[in-house]
């Protein structure tokens, strides 16, 4: 898929006041500074359309692009932040849970882990949640420029093993940079098929 044109659209805190769900949505989530926005720059190909930072925590709303006038980008704010506090981190969880299982266009979860690092407590716990919360992911290992791709090739292996602990099947994943753009055509490709299959939710008037 060419990207062709890509718009901010919104930010919010409040699932009620997100745009009308007629679109298919795909979100990208993730430990803080995992690489979300910048992947989002990478695969539009616009440097500052989200906004990226070294310090985590940088993304605090739920920000709504939309891409080719066709479907919804969604970069949110990631979690296991450690210099927040544990009320910010529990209101986090609440509004990103609340977020992912009310949506009704969201086609699909794209959970990014960091391809730098072992398999993380939070990062399977989080897909767990999303399992048994029926709510469809893929796994986007990120960094990729920043090791050799037999150390990635290892630390995704392990990813997906322990996943299988779970998981009678561990959904697909892409190895990713923003850096180099390594992975992001397929990403593109994988939402241009979902987005062929879209059929958008009935909307009550009442
Ligand atoms: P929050 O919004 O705070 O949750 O972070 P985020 O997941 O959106 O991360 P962000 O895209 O802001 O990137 C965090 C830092 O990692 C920035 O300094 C980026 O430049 C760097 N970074 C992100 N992706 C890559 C990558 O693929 N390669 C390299 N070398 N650096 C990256
Ligand atoms: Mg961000």
């Known amino acids: 898929m060419l990207v062709k044109t890509a718009e901010f659209l919104t930010s919010n805190t409040k699932v009620d006041k997100l745009p009308a769900p007629t679109l298919p949505e795909y979100a990208f989530i993730g430990r803080s500074n995992v690489g979300k926005s910048s992947l989002i720059n990478a ?7 989200a906004k990226t930072s070294q310090t985590p925590g940088k993304t605090q709303l739920i920000n709504h692009f939309v891409i080719n006038g066709d479907w919804y ?34 086609q699909c979860v794209f959970v990014l882990i960091d391809s730098r690092h072992e398999p993380q407590k939070i990062d399977l716990d989080f897909c767990c949640w999303l399992g048994e919360n029926g709510l469809p992911f893929l796994l986007v290992f990120t960094k990729a420029d920043k090791q050799s791709g037999v150390k990635s090739d290892q630390n995704i292996a392990k990813f997906r093993k322990a996943l299988l ?25 994988m939402i241009a098929d979902i987005n062929s299959r879209f059929e ?3 909307i009550e008037n009442n």
Request: net charge positive.
């Open 200 to 202: 958008p939710p009935v």
């Open 73 to 106: 980008l969604v970069d949110l704010p990631g979690y296991g932040f450690a210099r927040t506090s544990k009320k910010n981190r529990a209101e986090w969880e609440r509004f990103i849970r609340r977020y992912l299982t009310r949506r009704e266009n969201l």
């Open 165 to 189: 602990s779970w998981f009678e099947e561990v959904p697909p994943h892409f190895l990713t940079s923003a850096e180099t753009k390594q992975g992001t055509d397929e990403i593109l490709s």
């Open 43 to 49: 695969m539009t190909n616009r440097k500052g359309l």
